[in-house]
C-alpha cells in the first residue's frame, strides 16, 4: 500500500506508529552506546570481575516478563471486545510495571549496601555502569506506566475496542520493547562479569 493512500485517520495512524518506532530506533541507539561504553570500560585495570548482579535484578526480570504477558491477554481481551477483562489485564500490567520500578530501587540498594555509591569515593566504574543504565531504563519504565495510566483511563472511557485501537496498540508496543530491553540489559550486564 502507497503510504499516501487512505483515509485522512489512516494517515494519522500510520504517522503516529512511525513516530514510535523512530523513538524506539532511538532508544536502541542511546543504549548501544551505554552498553558499548561498558564493554570498552571493562578493559580498564579497576573494572570489577565476578560481581554478582543483585537479587532484586532477577525478580525484577521475572516481573517484566509477566508484565508483557498480562498486556498480551490484555490485548487479547480488548480484539474480543471484553472490556473487563481488558481493565483488569491492564491494571496487572500497571502493578507489575510499579512493582519492577520498586524491585529496581530494591536492587539500587543492595548495591550500596556492598559498598558501591553511584559516584564518590565509595563508588566503582562497574557499579557506577550498572547503576546508569538500570536507572536509564527506569526513566523508560516510568513513561511506559504513565502511558499505561493514559490508557487505563481511556479504557475507562470506552475509547477502545476491537476495531479502534490504536493509542492501546501504540503503548502495548513500547511496553513490549521496554521489558525486551529489560532482557538484554540483564543479560548483557549478566554476561560481562
Same mark, same amino acid.
Given at each position: ?5 487512505? &483515509? ?29 561504553a561498558?564493554?570498552v ?5 579497576? /573494572? ?9 535484578? !532477577?525478580? =525484577? ?6 508484565? =508483557? %504477558? ?15 477483562? &481488558? &481493565? #483488569?489485564f491492564?491494571w496487572?500490567?500497571?502493578g507489575? *510495571?510499579?512493582a519492577? %520500578? /520498586?524491585?529496581?530501587?530494591? *536492587?539500587?540498594?543492595?548495591i %550500596?549496601?556492598l559498598? +558501591?555509591?553511584? &559516584? ?7 557499579? =557506577? +555502569? ?8 527506569g526513566?523508560?519504565?516510568?513513561a511506559?506506566?504513565i =502511558? #499505561?495510566?493514559i490508557? %487505563?483511563?481511556?479504557? !475507562? ?8 485501537m490504536l493509542g ?5 508496543t ?6 525486551i ?8 550486564? !549478566?554476561?560481562?562479569?
Amino acid at each position: 500500500m502507497d503510504l499516501t493512500e487512505g &483515509t485522512l485517520e489512516q494517515k494519522n495512524d500510520r504517522a503516529k506508529k512511525m513516530m514510535l518506532w523512530f523513538g524506539i530506533g532511538s532508544l536502541i541507539m542511546s543504549f548501544a552506546g551505554l552498553t558499548s561504553a561498558v564493554i570498552v570500560s571493562s578493559k580498564r585495570p579497576d /573494572w570489577l570481575v565476578d560481581f554478582e548482579l543483585p537479587e532484586a535484578f !532477577y525478580m =525484577s526480570t521475572l516481573i517484566i516478563i509477566l508484565s =508483557s %504477558i498480562t498486556m498480551i491477554l490484555a490485548k487479547r481481551a480488548l480484539k474480543s471486545d471484553n472490556g473487563k477483562a &481488558t &481493565t #483488569l489485564f491492564l491494571w496487572l500490567t500497571l502493578g507489575l *510495571g510499579i512493582a519492577f %520500578i /520498586w524491585s529496581q530501587f530494591s *536492587g539500587f540498594s543492595q548495591i %550500596i549496601d556492598l559498598g +558501591y555509591n553511584f &559516584t564518590g569515593p565509595t563508588s566503582n566504574v562497574t557499579m =557506577s +555502569y550498572i547503576f546508569l543504565i538500570a536507572f536509564v531504563h527506569g526513566l523508560h519504565i516510568v513513561a511506559g506506566i504513565i =502511558s #499505561l495510566v493514559i490508557v %487505563i483511563i481511556n479504557q !475507562y472511557r470506552q475509547k477502545y475496542n476491537s476495531t479502534k485501537m490504536l493509542g492501546f496498540e501504540l503503548s502495548a508496543t513500547f511496553w513490549h520493547f521496554i521489558d525486551i530491553l529489560w532482557l538484554f540489559l540483564f543479560v548483557f550486564l !549478566y554476561f560481562m562479569k
